[in-house]
C-alpha cells in the first residue's frame, strides 16, 4: 500500500512536469517533444518514490529502512544525481534559450545594394491604376434604376453591379447594359476570371456560392454552404477563393474553387484568415499561429508557432511577392520562405516589418524591422529596411523619428505615415502628434526617397493601405469636407509623387471603386460613372 503511494505521488510530479515541459516545448521546438523533458519526469517519478516511501511511524519506518537497505547506497546517490542533472537540464535550456541570445555586434546590418539588380522590378498586373492627365472626366454615365448601385466586382472588360439581389454586367469601355440577372440573394463580392463571375451572398448564418457566365449573366452553378458567413470572394491566379470576414462564430473558413465550381478544397481556421491574391496564399494566422496555405490545392505551405512573449510580443510575418517571411524560433530575425514552403534564407537581427493585411498590394521584397538591443528585443519602431529573398542580405534601410511602421505598398512603392515634419520634438526626441496626416514614398526595392512628406490631411485619418497609385501620383478617397461640398459624400484625391502637391478633386455621391485600373463610382443618386 506504502509503495503504490510513493508511486502514485511520482507518478502526479511527473504528470505536472510534462504539463510545464509541454509548454516551454512549445516555444522551444514548436510543439515536439524533447528528450530531457522525458528524461527529467522518469528521474521524478524515481526519486519521489524513493523519498515518499520514508515516512514516519513505525510500520512505515521499517517498510522504508526495507527499501532503503534494498537499494544500495551507491545505486540511490547516482539516481539522485541523474534526476537532479535531468530536472536541471530543461530549465537550464530555457534560460538559455531566453538569455544566450545572439549579441547585438552579431547581428547583420550590412547592406548589399549591388544585389538589388537581381530583384525583378516590374510591378505585379492589376496593381496601378490607369493614369489621368488632367482633371477626371466621366468617360461614361450608366442610369440604374431602384436606387442606389454598389460596385462589387470587376476586369478591364466588365463591371459589376449590384442592387438589391439584382446583379448588373455593364461593358468596361462604354457602360453599355450586358446584362441583368436576379440571384434572389444579396451578393457581397465578386471575382471575374475571363469568362466567369463568382459571388458571394451571406444568407444569415449561411451563404451562397454563385459561378454565372461572364458574356450573358447566366448563372451555370449555384454552391451553398450551410454555417458559414463567406463575404468576400478573390481571384488568385485560376482559383475563385471564398472567404470570411471576421464572422460571428469567430471561426473563419475559406474554399477554393475552379472556374467551373468545383469545389477544390476547404478550411476552417482563424477569424481574420484572407487571402493574398497575387502569391496566392491564404493567410490563417493570429497572434500565436501563423498557417500559410497554397490558394491552388489548399495545402499547407508554412505552420509556425510561437506562443505569447513575457512582455506582451507576438508572432510577426510578412507575405511578400515570391514568399513569406517570418519570425523565427529565437525571436532574434527573420526566415523567408518561397511560395514552395521551402526556406530560402535568413536575416539576423530583423523580423518582418508587422503582419501585411488583405488590403494592401503585396511588396516585391520582404519588408522588416530592425530588433531592439536588449531582450527581448523589441523592434524598433523607427527603421524599416528590405532584404534579398534569396541571400538574407539586406538591400537597404531608412530611420528616423519621423518613420512608422505604418505602411503599405502599391507597385513598387512603399507608403509610410509619417511624422508632421513641422510637429516639435518631446522630451524623448519623438515628434509630437498633432493633427495632421503626412505620407513619405519610398521605391521597394532601392530604398530610394521618390517624394517629400505629402500632406494628406482630411477630416478622417489616413490609412496607408487604402492608397491606390498610377505610379506617378497617389490616389486617395475620404469624406468629402470641403467647405463647396453640398451634395457629394466622397472626394478622391489625386497627390503628385515627386513635388506632393494636389494635382487633381474629383467629389462623388458614394465611395469610389478601382475596377480594371479606372475609378468606377455613383456620380449621382441612380447612375454610375466611369471617370478617365
Known amino acids: 500500500m506504502r509503495l503504490r503511494r510513493a508511486w502514485l505521488t511520482g507518478a502526479a510530479t511527473a504528470t505536472l512536469m510534462v504539463a510545464g515541459g509541454v509548454a516551454i516545448n512549445q516555444v522551444l521546438d514548436n510543439g515536439e517533444w524533447s528528450l530531457p523533458w522525458l528524461l527529467a519526469a522518469l528521474m521524478v517519478t524515481l526519486l519521489t518514490t524513493l523519498l515518499t516511501s520514508r515516512e514516519t511511524g513505525p510500520d512505515q519506518e521499517q517498510e522504508g529502512n526495507r527499501l532503503a537497505r534494498a537499494v544500495p547506497a551507491p545505486t540511490r546517490r547516482l539516481v539522485a544525481l541523474v534526476g537532479v542533472v535531468a530536472v536541471l537540464t530543461p530549465p537550464g ?13 552579431e547581428w547583420d546590418d550590412t547592406r548589399y545594394p549591388q544585389e538589388i539588380k537581381s530583384i525583378f522590378d516590374m510591378p505585379a498586373p492589376g496593381q496601378l491604376l490607369d493614369p489621368v492627365f488632367g482633371q477626371p472626366k466621366a468617360a461614361w454615365t450608366t442610369a440604374i434604376k431602384g436606387g442606389e448601385s454598389h460596385v462589387v466586382g470587376g476586369d478591364s472588360n466588365i463591371v459589376v453591379l449590384r442592387n438589391g439581389t439584382h446583379l448588373f454586367g455593364l461593358d468596361m469601355r462604354t457602360g453599355a447594359h450586358h446584362w441583368l440577372v436576379d440571384l434572389h440573394e444579396s451578393t457581397a463580392s465578386c471575382a471575374v476570371r475571363e469568362n466567369r463571375i463568382a459571388c458571394v451572398a451571406p444568407t444569415g ?22 454555417n458559414r458567413e463567406l463575404r468576400t470572394m478573390v481571384l488568385a491566379d485560376d482559383r475563385f477563393i471564398a472567404v470570411t470576414q471576421w464572422p460571428a ?3 473563419g473558413f475559406a474554399a477554393g474553387y475552379t472556374t467551373e465550381g468545383d469545389q477544390i478544397w476547404t478550411r476552417e481556421g482563424n477569424a481574420g484568415m484572407y487571402v493574398s491574391a497575387q502569391p496566392g496564399i491564404l493567410v490563417d494566422a493570429g497572434s500565436d499561429v501563423a498557417v500559410f496555405v497554397d490558394t491552388a490545392d489548399g ?14 510580443r507576438s508572432l510577426t510575418w510578412h507575405v511578400f511577392r515570391d514568399g513569406i517571411a517570418i519570425q523565427n524560433k529565437g525571436w532574434t530575425g527573420a526566415d523567408i520562405y518561397d511560395l514552395h514552403g521551402e526556406k530560402k534564407s535568413s536575416v539576423a537581427g530583423w523580423e518582418p516589418a508587422g503582419s501585411s493585411g488583405p488590403y494592401g498590394a503585396t511588396p516585391p521584397v520582404p519588408l522588416l524591422a530592425r530588433l531592439g538591443a536588449d531582450g527581448p528585443h523589441y523592434p524598433d519602431r523607427h527603421t524599416i529596411a528590405a532584404a534579398n529573398p534569396a541571400t538574407g542580405h539586406l538591400l537597404w534601410r531608412v530611420s528616423g523619428p519621423a518613420i512608422s511602421m ?36 519610398y521605391h521597394c526595392i532601392t530604398g530610394e526617397a521618390l517624394s517629400p512628406p505629402i500632406d494628406m490631411t482630411r477630416q478622417s485619418s489616413v490609412e496607408p493601405d487604402w492608397i491606390e497609385s498610377d505610379g ?6 475620404s469624406i468629402d469636407d470641403r467647405p463647396e461640398s453640398r451634395h457629394t459624400d466622397h472626394v478622391v484625391v489625386s497627390y503628385d509623387i515627386e513635388s506632393g502637391g494636389t494635382r487633381w478633386e474629383l467629389p462623388l455621391a458614394s465611395r469610389p471603386a478601382y ?3 479606372a475609378v468606377v463610382a455613383a456620380g449621382a443618386p441612380e447612375s454610375i460613372s466611369l471617370f478617365g
Not at 507608403?415 to 493633427?435: F, K, Q, R
Open 515 to 517: 475596377v480594371g485600373g
Open 205 to 226: 448564418r449561411d451563404s451562397a456560392v454563385f459561378f454565372l457566365d461572364a458574356g450573358s449573366g447566366q448563372t451555370r452553378r449555384t454552391v451553398k454552404v450551410p
Open 299 to 312: 495545402r499547407e505551405l508554412v505552420r509556425s508557432v510561437r506562443p505569447r512573449w513575457v512582455g506582451g
Open 472 to 477: 506617378r501620383s497617389l490616389v486617395y478617397s
Open 93 to 105: 535550456v530555457y534560460a538559455a534559450h531566453l538569455f544566450g541570445t545572439p549579441r547585438v555586434e
Open 249 to 251: 462564430s469567430d471561426r
Open 406 to 441: 505604418d505602411m503599405a505598398t502599391v507597385g513598387n512603392h512603399l507608403i509610410i505615415n509619417v511624422a508632421d515634419p513641422d510637429a516639435p520634438l518631446d522630451a524623448w526626441g519623438e515628434p509630437e502628434i498633432t493633427s495632421r496626416d503626412f505620407v513619405r514614398v
